[in-house]
């Protein structure tokens, strides 16, 4: 797969895409499912493609689907 240029987002712009709060960001990479990259001074930085995925797979939790 080719690499692609991905756009780091912090933790309230992820929660606007997920359609959730910061917090659930936090919860999500603290459980594994949302992969964080971290600063040298500890701020998560998530990229835009491992939160559309996310994004979409809650979609379809939320709908019934998984």
Do not use: C, W
Not at 12 to 23: C, D, P, W
Not at 31 to 46: C, N, S, V
């Amino acid at each position: 797969m080719e690499a692609k240029h991905d756009e780091l987002l912090m933790a309230s712009g992820a929660a606007k895409i997920l359609n959730r709060s910061a917090e659930a960001v936090r919860f999500y990479e603290r459980t594994g499912k949302l992969p964080a990259i971290r600063t040298a001074d500890g701020t998560r930085l998530f990229k835009q493609s491992d939160v559309q995925e996310l994004a979409a797979k809650l979609r379809k939790k939320d709908q019934g689907g998984g």
